[in-house]
């Protein structure tokens, strides 16, 4: 049998600063009709509440302490005041009784009035708060399908702020809050529709894309196919303006030269002029061919050896005709040569040894007359 000078511990959680919590109530102990002022120490962040012979609660908030411990005081409750966190997770109906909304919830409860915990006799703090949760938001989050979280998360939550706090009936003040989503095989068929979503628009974004690349490419090889076919056109047009240029001769072929390139000036001077002296070289072998040229009868060779000789004049400088007088006139000297064209010409005689311009080949003798033919 107890003495009645010590104080009984009916109830001690051992409870540190560090410990989580369900009963903020830490000890209770009942005292002795002569308790004395002391007893087991209490920390100082812990409320006091003692009980009266009468069923009454009085408190001392810390750092508050009794001096003396009155006979009416029948027992003292040691009341945690700290701020205690919970994190735990509820389920709500939705509209479909086979699905569930899986809500998880965000708690931090503190004891404000000792007393009033005290006289509401509850031990599990948690459970107490969700159950008051679980009430006030079952309703709303059965009017929603599964597919609709988003709204019945903020109807629930505008609900439950609207209504009666947390925990107030047993002298709590609650910061809570929650995030209401679909259950995990929802989400687990979400998450396939989805990916199921991005494989198909990966695949038609892959199908665009190498069908822009085929353009592209079809493009780029249409290009060149037009500027190759540009640069064929362009070589044609070159090569018909350098055969065009080239087929008339040296002269024009040097012009051409010298547009683009003017520094070779002294060399296509030099060019034409070895040019004109083969050409000079040319025309005198023919008219000294021509003019000893021998098996041909005097008057055949009449119009031949008058050519050679003016090609022979124009060689040398000298326009004027070999049978126009120094004084005739040239039209006088056109009308005798129409003359001499048109009635047969006769051999002329041989020139004389200075005049080399007159000078003819000596005629063959004619070779002699079958019998029976005449001469």
Same mark, same amino acid.
């Given at each position: !049998? %107890?003495?009645?000078?010590?104080?009984? /511990?009916?109830?001690?959680?051992?409870?540190?600063?560090? /410990?989580?919590?369900?009963?903020?109530?830490?000890?209770?102990?009942?005292?002795?009709?002569?308790?004395?002022?002391?007893?087991?120490?209490?920390?100082?962040?812990?409320?006091?509440?003692? /009980?009266?012979?009468?069923?009454?609660?009085?408190?001392?908030?810390?750092?508050?302490?009794?001096? *003396?411990?009155?006979?009416?005081?029948?027992?003292?409750?040691?009341?945690? !005041?700290?701020?205690?966190?919970?994190?735990?997770?509820?389920?709500?109906? $939705?509209?479909?009784?086979?699905?569930?909304?899986?809500?998880? +919830?965000?708690?931090?409860?503190?004891?404000?009035?000792? &007393?009033?915990?005290?006289?509401?006799?509850?031990?599990?703090?948690?459970?107490?708060?969700?159950?008051?949760?679980?009430?006030?938001?079952?309703?709303?989050?059965?009017?929603?399908? !599964?597919?609709?979280?988003?709204?019945?998360?903020?109807?629930?939550?505008?609900?439950?702020?609207?209504?009666?706090?947390?925990?107030?009936? %047993?002298?709590?003040?609650?910061?809570?809050?929650?995030?209401?989503?679909?259950? #995990?095989?929802?989400?687990?068929?979400?998450?396939?529709?989805? @990916?199921?979503?991005?494989?198909?628009?990966?695949?038609?974004?892959?199908?665009?894309?190498?069908?822009?690349?085929?353009?592209?490419? %079809?493009?780029?090889?249409?290009?060149?196919?037009?500027?190759?076919?540009?640069?064929?056109?362009? #070589?044609?047009?070159?090569?018909?303006?350098?055969?065009?240029?080239?087929?008339?001769?040296?002269?024009? @072929?040097?012009?051409? =030269?010298?547009?683009? =390139?003017?520094?070779?000036?002294?060399?296509?001077?030099?060019?034409?002029?070895?040019?004109?002296?083969?050409?000079? *070289?040319?025309?005198?072998?023919?008219?000294?061919?021509?003019?000893?040229?021998?098996?041909?009868?005097?008057?055949?060779?009449?119009?031949?050896?008058?050519? &050679?000789?003016?090609?022979?004049?124009? +060689?040398?400088?000298?326009?004027?005709?070999?049978?126009?007088?120094?004084?005739?006139?040239?039209?006088?000297?056109?009308?005798?040569?129409?003359?001499?064209?048109?009635?047969? $010409?006769?051999?002329?005689?041989?020139?004389? &040894?200075?005049?080399?311009?007159?000078?003819?080949? @000596?005629?063959?003798?004619?070779? @002699?007359?079958?019998?029976?033919?005449?001469?």
């Amino acid at each position: !049998m %107890a003495t009645p000078m010590r104080h009984h /511990t009916d109830w001690d959680q051992r409870a540190d600063r560090h /410990t989580l919590l369900k009963d903020p109530v830490v000890t209770v102990r009942q005292l002795g009709r002569l308790g004395l002022p002391g007893g087991p120490p209490c920390r100082i962040d812990h409320a006091l509440v003692y /009980t009266t012979r009468r069923g009454g609660f009085e408190t001392y908030l810390p750092p508050d302490r009794p001096r *003396r411990i009155p006979r009416r005081y029948t027992a003292v409750y040691e009341v945690d !005041m700290g701020v205690h966190p919970v994190r735990t997770g509820v389920r709500l109906p $939705s509209s479909d009784d086979a699905q569930e909304f899986d809500v998880r +919830v965000e708690l931090e409860w503190q004891v404000t009035d000792p &007393a009033g915990f005290v006289r509401s006799g509850h031990r599990d703090v948690p459970r107490l708060l969700l159950g008051e949760l679980e009430q006030a938001a079952r309703p709303v989050s059965r009017r929603f399908p !599964m597919d609709a979280s988003a709204a019945a998360e903020a109807e629930v939550l505008a609900l439950v702020q609207e209504g009666k706090p947390l925990g107030e009936e %047993a002298g709590l003040r609650v910061m809570w809050t929650i995030r209401l989503r679909r259950d #995990e095989d929802s989400i687990a068929h979400a998450r396939r529709l989805r @990916a199921i979503e991005h494989a198909t628009a990966e695949e038609v974004l892959t199908q665009q894309g190498g069908a822009r690349a085929d353009q592209e490419v %079809a493009r780029r090889a249409k290009a060149q196919q037009q500027q190759s076919l540009e640069l064929q056109e362009y #070589e044609a047009l070159r090569i018909d303006f350098y055969r065009e240029y080239l087929t008339r001769g040296g002269i024009d @072929a040097w012009a051409m =030269h010298l547009v683009r =390139h003017p520094e070779d000036s002294a060399k296509a001077l030099n060019s034409l002029r070895e040019d004109q002296r083969d050409r000079l *070289r040319a025309q005198m072998e023919l008219i000294k061919e021509m003019l000893t040229k021998a098996g041909t009868e005097p008057f055949e060779l009449e119009g031949p050896r008058r050519l &050679a000789i003016d090609a022979f004049h124009a +060689v040398f400088g000298q326009h004027v005709p070999v049978d126009q007088g120094p004084g005739e006139p040239e039209a006088a000297q056109g009308g005798r040569n129409r003359a001499e064209r048109a009635t047969p $010409s006769v051999p002329a005689p041989a020139p004389a &040894a200075e005049d080399s311009s007159a000078w003819q080949p @000596a005629v063959p003798p004619k070779p @002699a007359a079958a019998p029976g033919e005449l001469r």
